[in-house]
């Protein structure tokens, strides 16, 4: 802050109340009341009675308005309100920041818009006067009406300064200037620099003092409108007053008799006489909100918590689910009347009065801070040759393979992701990608998708048995009130980052319908209960998911063996058939490799535990970890890895130039070729389970993006698109040849002896059924279990045939019949 030579400088003993009686600096009327009674002129009972009264009103009046030019902090400091309200309007008045008198400025530009909402800086407060910082921090219920007063009162001072000179300026114009009277003004806070309390660390000891909390915004209310002035009149003598009220969850008492009535001989007005002038009260806006704590946040075995928030005038309509947020509020406590004991029970519930709202990014990655050390770090890693195979090595460490290390590629490409793209006519290209793992058993699809929630910027698990389709897209909930509101689900909450979500396959036909829309276009459409609104749901799908029959069958298609809709296999960006193959090299590797991942659980079990709960590492020991990874080579820790995920998300979005578009759209062609060319000599069937289409395409283009983000290169080169075409044909490109092989191939592709034993079984099925002949494939296994032969080869190569069209299946199933 600049100082200001003119500034006025208060001290902390300037704002305390003198400790002498409060002298009532609004009282213009004599006392003539206080005068002893003339015995020459004696006064009535009714006229004593009148003067009693009097004196009683006004000692209550003048003790109210002690209360409120007073207020009590703590037991030794009572502070005066209107030299805080003095105080605080030269802050706005006289603050200068960098030459510029910014909180002066805002008024003004309030006053020309005709706005009604001043947002300051807690930081700039404590700079400008710590003992109004404080003040603000332990008393806001009470500091800010004062603040907005202030604010008010200087808004009102520039805007008839500024009336003076539009007036001298349009003199002999004939035109006079004009401005809508505010008489209310909104002050939200910011606070970069406050330290944020965790959710589920909100406890009494924060009530009444202003607080920061992190979290995601789970449902949403409609605007009501609420009184904040209730203007009432008594019906028997016409008096009026005016009633505040503060309290969002709060409503207004009516006296129950009227102080105005009975006085000078008058009669008495009736109880409970006054009334309620709808026309002549001030409403604002309100609106609640459920936040909840992020699932990064929430430690494992214990439900998420969230809190409700109380919204109001320029505060109201600025989050929607789903939203990141940093809560500045005031943590308070109402008395919830749904509740049948709340009337009797002494126990409330928690709330914020929200006094700002600071939103993170879109993304939730892009908003993350750096030190200029690990900016550093990750650059050089960046710049590592082998940087692809140093974050392939720091993907789930612990599992091992062959079959793996393209998944965990995979896996590197869907954390980073691809660059979104807005077009010019509005519409938004996805840059995240999808992954589905389908495969047999224990083959780690699982451990995959906890290490991603753990890893991933933004992290959400589910389980696609429990899970329906509105906890994965959003739900309309009806309150006590009988109103109805939106609350996200896991691809509203993961905004900006991955849903992990396991035994996709167990999940019911309709919900997964209900997520095509998030998983292409990324948004989610409501239209229930007279609730019509879009959802962002930017997040990337890494889905794991068993064949039909537990296991995958060679024999059998990928459409019988996945049973998942074309629709949203082709969604899929890479679709990994895992398998367990049994081959002893293969076993014996992955043995060794479980039992030293177990010994070596036993030797470092405590320190891990210590390690994970004094874990807190700062930011200089991540650029540190960066820093040696990057001269040494070797793997990341997850904070590490996670961090560096989080810097090229945000400082890096390749694009593709023109030659390597020409490459892709060629590459992309030529597959299409070559599957229709083996669609044709399989029958010419070109209908597929696992798709090649153009979202196939934009598939490539976000894998060859996020090679290229990995290495911060701002365009795509062409060893990033060479390793994009590699992956697409291990991956997707695999599950379609198996589609459209149909498992006659299997026979063929035998080696050693079982390639004797399927030819074998071969030609002992042809001897056995001849052309136009019908037989009971049950007795033709056992036939061929006779003669020495593998029950299970001889149904397989059975299967292959019937599946070529030599065979034809009757009797459901039971009896086969030889065609050709």
């Known amino acids: 802050m600049d100082f200001d030579s003119t500034r006025i400088f208060y001290s902390d003993q300037s704002l305390l109340a003198p400790p002498a009686e409060f002298n009532d600096p609004f009282d213009d009327e004599n006392d003539d009341i206080d005068q002893n009674e003339d015995p020459n002129n004696p006064l009535t009972d009714e006229q004593r009675a009148a003067l009693q009264k009097k004196k009683e009103d006004r000692k209550y009046a003048r003790e109210r308005r002690a209360r409120e030019a007073n207020f009590r902090l703590s037991k030794d400091a009572e502070y005066d309100v209107r030299a805080i309200q003095r105080h605080f309007k030269e802050f706005i008045r006289s603050y200068n920041l960098n030459g510029q008198y910014i909180y002066r400025t805002a008024l003004l530009s309030a006053i020309r818009r005709s706005k009604h909402h001043l947002s300051v800086s807690l930081s700039h407060l404590n700079e400008y006067d710590p003992t109004l910082f404080s003040l603000a921090l332990n008393a806001p219920a009470t500091m800010v009406p004062v603040f907005e007063k202030a604010a008010l009162e200087a808004m009102k001072t520039m805007q008839v300064q500024e009336e003076e000179e539009d007036m001298d300026e349009e003199e002999g114009g004939g035109r006079t200037s004009s401005k809508k009277k505010i008489d209310d003004i909104h002050i939200t806070f910011t606070a970069p620099h406050l330290q944020p309390v965790e959710l589920r660390k909100i406890t009494s000891s924060h009530v009444n003092?202003?607080?920061?909390?992190?979290?995601?915004?789970?449902?949403?209310?409609?605007?009501?409108?609420?009184?904040?002035?209730?203007?009432?009149?008594?019906?028997?003598c016409g008096s009026r007053k005016s009633l505040e009220i503060r309290d969002p969850y709060g409503s207004a008492r009516l006296p129950g008799r009227c102080t105005e009535g009975g006085q000078d001989g008058e009669r008495q007005c009736s109880l409970q006489p006054y009334m309620v002038m709808p026309d002549e009260c001030q409403y604002i806006d309100t609106q609640s909100l459920k936040l909840q704590e992020a699932p990064?946040?929430?430690?494992?075995?214990?439900?998420?918590?969230?809190?409700?928030?109380?919204l109001d005038r320029s505060l109201v309509d600025k989050a929607k689910p789903g939203m990141r947020v940093s809560i500045i509020g005031v943590a308070s406590l109402f008395k919830n009347m749904a509740d049948k004991s709340a009337k009797t029970s002494s126990v409330k519930q928690l709330y914020i009065q929200v006094l700002g709202i600071q939103y993170e990014s879109a993304n939730a990655d892009s908003s993350s801070s750096f030190t200029p050390k690990e900016e550093e770090a990750f650059v050089a890693l960046s710049r590592r040759a082998d940087v692809y195979d140093i974050l392939t090595k720091s993907v789930a460490p612990s599992i091992q393979g062959d079959y793996t290390t393209d998944i965990k590629k995979a896996i590197v490409c869907q954390l980073l992701g691809g660059a979104a793209k807005k077009l010019p006519d509005g519409m938004r290209l996805r840059g995240d990608i999808n992954v589905l793992l389908m495969g047999d058993p224990s083959t780690a699809k699982s451990q995959f998708l906890k290490f991603v929630e753990k890893v991933a910027p933004v992290g959400v698990y589910t389980s696609g048995k429990g899970s329906s389709a509105a906890g994965l897209t959003a739900s309309v909930i009806k309150d006590s009130r009988g109103e109805f509101y939106l609350e996200g689900g896991a691809m509203v909450?993961?905004?900006?980052?991955?849903?992990?979500?396991?035994?996709?396959?167990?999940?019911?036909?309709?919900?997964r319908v209900a997520i095509h829309e998030a998983m292409e276009q990324q948004t989610i459409s409501i239209a229930?209960?007279?609730?019509?609104?879009?959802?962002?749901?930017?997040?990337?799908?890494?889905?794991?998911?068993?064949?039909?029959y537990g296991r995958y069958d060679d024999m059998r298609s990928a459409g019988e063996n996945i049973d998942l809709m074309t629709t949203i296999l082709s969604r899929f960006d890479l679709i990994f058939i895992v398998r367990d193959i049994r081959d002893e090299a293969r076993d014996k590797a992955i043995a060794r490799h479980v039992m030293g991942v177990h010994i070596g659980a036993n030797d470092s079990g405590g320190n891990s535990n210590g390690k994970e709960e004094g874990g807190n590492d700062d930011d200089e020991s991540v650029a540190e970890k960066a820093a040696r990874v990057a001269m040494q080579g070797g793997a990341l820790d997850i904070k590490t890895f996670k961090k560096f995920v989080m810097y090229c998300r945000s400082r890096c979005s390749p694009r593709l130039s023109q030659e390597s578009s020409d490459v892709l759209a060629s590459s992309y062609v030529k597959i299409r070729d070559d599957v229709r060319r083996r669609a044709a000599e399989n029958g010419g069937d070109t209908a597929q389970v696992v798709p090649i289409t153009v979202r196939q395409l934009e598939a490539l283009v976000r894998l060859s993006e996020s090679q290229a983000k990995m290495r911060l290169?701002?365009?795509?080169?062409?060893?990033?698109?060479?390793?994009?075409?590699?992956?697409?044909?291990?991956?997707?490109?695999?599950?379609?040849?198996?589609?459209?092989?149909?498992?006659?191939?299997?026979?063929?592709?035998?080696?050693?002896?079982?390639?004797?034993?399927?030819?074998?079984?071969?030609?002992?099925?042809?001897?056995r059924v001849g052309v136009g002949q019908m037989a009971n494939k049950k007795s033709l296994?056992?036939?061929?279990?006779?003669?020495?032969?593998?029950?299970?080869?001889?149904?397989?190569?059975?299967?292959?045939?019937?599946?070529?069209?030599?065979?034809?299946?009757?009797?459901?199933?039971?009896?086969?019949?030889?065609?050709?």
Request: aromatic share 4%.
């Open 528 to 548: 229930k209960a007279g609730i019509t609104t879009v959802l962002n749901s930017r997040a990337s799908v890494l889905a794991a998911a068993n064949p039909i």
């Open 713 to 767: 290169k701002a365009e795509v080169e062409a060893q990033d698109i060479a390793e994009a075409l590699r992956l697409f044909r291990v991956a997707t490109m695999a599950a379609s040849e198996t589609d459209a092989n149909n498992g006659q191939d299997m026979v063929r592709a035998a080696e050693g002896g079982n390639r004797e034993e399927y030819l074998k079984a071969e030609t002992f099925l042809k001897s």
């Open 209 to 236: 003092k202003l607080i920061k909390t992190p979290g995601i915004v789970i449902s949403t209310t409609r605007i009501r409108s609420k009184a904040r002035k209730v203007e009432i009149m008594c019906k028997d």
């Open 493 to 511: 909450l993961a905004d900006g980052g991955i849903v992990c979500i396991d035994e996709f396959d167990k999940m019911r036909p309709a919900d």
């Open 296 to 310: 990064e946040c929430v430690p494992t075995g214990e439900m998420p918590r969230n809190i409700l928030l109380a």
């Open 781 to 820: 296994v056992e036939q061929g279990v006779g003669i020495g032969m593998n029950a299970g080869i001889v149904a397989r190569v059975l299967a292959v045939f019937c599946r070529k069209g030599d065979f034809l299946e009757k009797s459901a199933g039971k009896q086969v019949y030889r065609v050709k």
